[in-house]
Every structure is written in structure tokens, then in C-alpha cells.
């Protein structure tokens, strides 16, 4: 297959990525359908909040289960599996609420299917497209990242357009748009091969070039440090052969071959070879190739010494960040090659903690709680702000019928969608910004998160009127746009690039505990003012004062977070002054 063609298919792939995470953040859409689903069913705030919790847990709490499971299985298995979960987990809503009725520890079940569905489908989009653009990952993956944020935006705009004030029929567009959209992409989200040409050549050895020790010592060097990649190669290709990944393209293709003036420094060491591009591959015997499921991280040998130079071609079990060579060899004999990128030997690429010595790292359990305070605030009003809406807008205009209070709700779920949108971009700008410009610490942006999120706890305790709850939803879903924007970055500088994935399933541990508790004390808060109407129904007469007191709490837990922050800014300048140090001492 031509490059071009290659190109043609990665593009496509990676609309079909977006088309999928576009499909994945409906549990932000919660808010929506929840206070008319509530009422529908006789549901107090309690038992309303604990189904959305569900979908939360699904959502964050298999973070490492899923992650696992991408990188053994591929992509598209979890892309399927994805589709038939966000599928069967709508669907019984869209029934309980035509027969109004249904088990609430049921209901749980089907949003954390919900939930569950949309991790796995996300998960593969993503990885996908950073396998498919190995040198522009931040810029393939940024497209189904901002998808995942306009989800709710998307289908309250559609529901809204299609089916306004029809809460049925949006339950049904959750059911099928889903999964149509999920299944669909499924088809087209592949991971493709990547051709390789070197991207290094000769150095002439004329005037003042190596003299015969100076070549002789190369030599020697190379030799060694080409068996031991050689070695550490064929241990790889062992475990698992390249192209027999599931669900990879079927593509053959060749690799051009080595100009004959670079042909011996090829030969002698792969350390010559741009350690930021794949190697060549080279055909494998169809009778040999066996599926087998290891872990790439798990076949690499742990010592950096015993590390290949190197990459191996991106595939669909492959870790979602590069690796980049510890070797330094290289760089020591300049007079070798010219290297066409240079090795990013930043903090995220020295170092790797994860499994047992992240759990013993203190650093970890500071952005751990930074973590879960923050998106516990975010989440609650991401779930609830439906609930705000119509206790202000009884109070405020008791004339207003319900499709009007539908419509308000959707048009707050979709300020929250579109301001995390914004929130993710401008963390990556502002985060950047200060760390290549200000030469600051990235964490500073968790502390403009906090701050974003204290004004809007301030504004919800003081705004009774509606019009103006627009200041609630939009710093809400501005400072957790921002919070989530930076976090994977801060973790990757913090922990190492190598393990981001399991770590980050780590750190999604903290939503899923800390959103459970702020809605919890949402609902409990609620409903102490809520009365029974003669019908059934329950509604809170008394406005703001239905929810105040769970936004001060908030409030407190933000100040909490400012102080967290703060702190662990300190920790880890003393930290990173402590390894300058002990680096320096060595190096003396």
C-alpha cells in the first residue's frame, strides 16, 4: 500500500476515533433527563443521584481494568464491547420511564454498563489514534479528547432540535445514538503500519575525521551495544510477532532499504537509528505468527541498561506513550551519524513509578487528593445542576411548564459541555506557557482550577436568580475542563511516561470515590426540603435553599484543595532539588 493510501486510511481512522468519543460523554448529559426521570418514577434526590453515581463508577472506577484489557486485547474488542454496553444500558431507562416504574438498585446497574461502555470505547479511540500518528500524538489525540468533552453539548442539542421537551424519546436517541455511532466507527477505527526511512547518513571520514584508535574504540562500542539491542529485539519479537495483532490493517508494505554509504553503521548498532522512529520490520513467516497476549511493557526487559535503543513498531498492544532510548551512545559518537530528532530526555522519560512503588510514593497520594476533592466539586454539579434549574425556576416563575424547564436544563448541560471543551484547550496552552516560558510548574494550573471552581461554588450559594445560573454551570465545567486538561500531564512529569496508563487508571480512582460523596451529600441535602405533593410528586418550594448548604461544604473543600495544591507545589520543587542534587554529586 502506497503511503498515500496508508495516510488516507490513518485520516479516516482517526474521524471514526472522534466519531466514537463523541458518543462516550453522555454521562455528562446526566442532568438533563435526570430531574424529569425522578419525577416520572417518584425517585427521591438521594436515589436519583445514586443512579448517576453508577455511571460515574463505570466511568472511572475501570480505568485499569480497561486499560489492561486495550493493551492485551487491542482496540476494537473494546470498541465492540463499548458499543453493546452504552446500548443495553440505555435502553432500560427509556423503558422504566414509559411504564414508570423500576428498581433502583437495577437502574444502577444499567448506568454503570453506561459507564463502563463509554471507558472502554474511549479508551480504544484514543489509543488508536496516538498509535496511528506516532510523531503527532498530541495532535491526533486531541481531536477525540475534545469530542469526549462536547458530548453533552451534542446530544442535548440534537435531543433538543429533534424531540424538545419529549424526555422518551431523548432516553431513546441515548439508546441508539450511542451505540450506531460506537458500532459504526468500529469498522473504520484501525491501527495502520507505519513505513520506516532512515533518517540518518555517514559522516565523510576525511580531514578531521576519527583516527584508527578513535574507529577501532567506535567499533567496539557499537558492537556491544548493537547485541545487546539485538538481544533485547528478539526477546520482544518472540513474545508476540508485530503483525499479528488484532484488528491491525492487514497492509503490506516494505522498508526502503539503507543507502550503501550507511549500510555498515546500520549493520554494526541500531543505536544509529533515530530512536524516535519505529525500526524496520521484517516480514514474518505466516506459519510461525501465534496471537499472543502479553503485555509489551511486561516482555521489555525493567533495567534501562538492558533496554533496546530504541522503539519497536507501534502496534495496538504497544504502550500509549513512546518510549525513547536510555542509551547514550549515540550522542558520544557524534562522529558516527548525524541524528535527525534528538532524544526528549525530559523528567517523564527518566524515570517510572508505578504498581506497588506508586502506591508508597507521597507524591502520588498529594495529586490523588488533589484529584478527587476537585472532580468530586465538579461532578456534583455536573449531575445536579438539573435540580438547581428547576428548584430556582419554581420558586423564581411557578408559571413555567415543564418543556420549559426541560429546555433550561439542556442549556445548562450544554454550557458545562462547551466549557470543558474550552477548559482542556487552554490547560494545554496555559500549562505549556509556563513550563517552557515561565519555567514553572505545571501544578500552578491546578491551582487556577481550584480558584475557578471556588468562584463558582460562591456564585451557586449566592445566585437565586435563574437567569443567572449560567455563572454556575460555566465555571463548573471551565475549572473541570481545566482540571482534567492538565492532570494526565502532571501525572506522566510526575510518574514517568512509561506507566501513564495504569497510572492515570490509578488516579481515576479518586472521581469515582469522591463523586460518589459530594452526591450523596447533594441528595441528602436536598432532600431535607423536599415535600410530597398530593400526586406523588416530589418537588423543594424553597429555591436556593434546597442546595445551599451542599455548596458551602464545597466551598470548604475547595479551600481544602488551594491548600493541597500549594503544598505539594513545595514537595515537589524540594524533590526535584534533592535529585538535581544527588545527580550532580554523582556526576562530580
Not at 471543551?421 to 509556563?434: A, E, Q, T, Y
Not at 506507566?499 to 492515570?504: A, H, P, V
Request: hydrophobic share 45%; with cysteine; net charge neutral.
Amino acid at each position: 500500500m502506497r503511503d498515500a493510501e496508508l495516510h488516507r486510511a490513518r485520516l479516516v481512522s482517526s474521524v471514526a476515533a472522534t466519531m466514537i468519543s463523541l458518543a462516550c460523554g453522555t454521562n455528562y448529559v446526566y442532568s438533563a433527563w435526570a430531574p424529569q426521570f425522578a419525577d416520572r418514577l417518584h425517585l427521591s434526590a438521594t436515589e436519583i443521584n445514586l443512579i448517576g453515581l453508577a455511571g460515574n463508577m463505570g466511568m472511572y472506577s475501570a480505568g485499569i481494568p480497561v486499560g489492561l484489557f486495550v493493551d492485551h486485547r487491542g482496540p476494537r474488542p473494546a470498541v465492540l464491547a463499548g458499543a453493546l454496553c452504552l446500548g443495553i444500558g440505555y435502553a432500560p431507562f427509556r423503558a422504566a420511564y414509559e411504564t414508570a416504574s423500576g428498581s433502583v438498585p437495577i437502574l444502577c446497574f444499567f448506568a454503570f454498563l453506561t459507564g463502563l461502555g463509554a471507558c472502554m470505547a474511549f479508551a480504544a479511540a484514543v489509543k488508536t489514534s496516538a498509535l496511528n500518528w506516532p510523531h503527532h500524538r498530541g495532535t491526533a489525540t486531541a481531536f477525540p479528547l475534545a469530542a469526549f468533552g462536547l458530548s453533552a453539548f451534542f446530544f442535548s442539542l440534537v435531543g433538543g432540535v429533534l424531540f424538545p421537551g419529549d424526555t422518551s424519546a431523548f432516553l431513546s436517541l441515548l439508546a441508539a445514538g450511542t451505540f450506531a455511532m460506537v458500532f459504526i466507527g468500529f469498522f473504520f477505527l484501525k491501527v495502520y503500519p507505519h513505513t520506516h526511512s532512515p533518517s540518518y547518513q555517514s559522516v565523510p571520514t576525511g580531514n578531521g575525521g576519527p583516527g584508527p584508535s578513535q574507529s577501532r574504540l567506535r567499533r567496539r562500542t557499537l558492537s556491544r551495544s548493537g547485541a545487546k539491542a539485538a538481544k533485547a529485539a528478539q526477546r520482544v519479537a518472540a513474545k508476540r510477532p508485530l503483525d499479528a495483532e488484532p484488528g491491525t490493517s492487514p497492509t503490506t508494505y516494505t522498508t526502503p532499504a539503507i543507502p550503501d554509504a550507511s549500510a555498515a553503521a546500520a549493520g554494526s548498532s541500531q543505536d544509529s537509528v533515530d530512536p524516535l522512529d519505529p525500526p524496520p520490520v521484517e516480514p514474518l513467516d505466516p506459519s510461525a505468527q501465534q496471537h499472543d497476549n502479553l503485555d509489551v511493557e511486561a516482555a521489555l526487559p525493567s533495567k534501562a541498561s538492558d533496554l533496546p535503543p530504541h522503539e519497536a513498531e507501534p502496534d495496538e498492544t504497544s504502550s500509549l506513550m513512546s518510549r525513547s532510548s536510555s542509551s547514550s551512545c549515540s550522542s558520544s559518537l557524534a562522529g558516527d551519524v548525524l541524528l535527525a530528532e534528538s532524544v526528549d530526555l525530559d523528567r517523564s522519560h527518566r524515570i517510572d513509578i508505578r504498581g506497588w512503588r506508586l502506591l508508597k510514593n507521597t507524591e502520588f497520594w498529594l495529586l490523588w487528593s488533589i484529584l478527587g476533592i476537585l472532580a468530586g466539586v465538579g461532578l456534583m454539579t455536573i449531575n445536579n445542576i438539573g435540580q438547581n434549574v428547576k428548584a430556582l425556576w419554581m420558586l423564581f416563575d411557578p408559571s413555567k411548564d415543564e418543556a420549559f424547564l426541560v429546555y433550561r436544563q439542556k442549556l445548562h448541560v450544554s454550557i458545562l459541555s462547551i466549557a470543558s471543551f474550552c477548559g482542556r484547550l487552554l490547560s494545554g496552552v496555559g500549562s505549556d506557557f509556563l513550563v517552557k516560558v515561565l519555567h514553572a510548574n505545571r501544578a500552578w494550573c491546578l491551582v487556577f482550577a481550584c480558584t475557578i471552581f471556588s468562584i463558582a461554588q460562591i456564585f451557586a450559594i449566592q445566585v437565586t436568580n435563574p437567569n443567572f445560573l449560567g455563572f454556575v454551570s460555566g465555571l463548573s465545567g471551565l475549572g473541570y475542563g481545566f482540571l482534567f486538561g492538565v492532570f494526565p500531564s502532571i501525572t506522566a512529569e510526575s510518574f514517568g511516561i512509561h506507566g501513564l496508563s495504569q497510572n492515570w487508571g490509578a488516579m481515576t480512582l479518586a472521581p469515582a470515590i469522591s463523586g460518589n460523596v459530594f452526591n450523596l451529600l447533594y441528595g441528602a441535602v436536598f432532600d431535607s426540603h423536599t415535600v410530597i405533593g398530593e400526586d406523588g410528586q416530589r418537588y423543594c418550594p424553597v429555591g436556593i435553599t434546597c442546595y445551599r448548604n451542599a455548596y458551602l461544604l464545597t466551598l470548604a473543600a475547595c479551600g481544602a484543595g488551594i491548600a493541597v495544591t500549594l503544598f505539594t507545589i513545595q514537595y515537589q520543587y524540594r524533590q526535584r532539588l534533592k535529585a538535581d542534587d544527588g545527580k550532580g554529586a554523582a556526576e562530580d
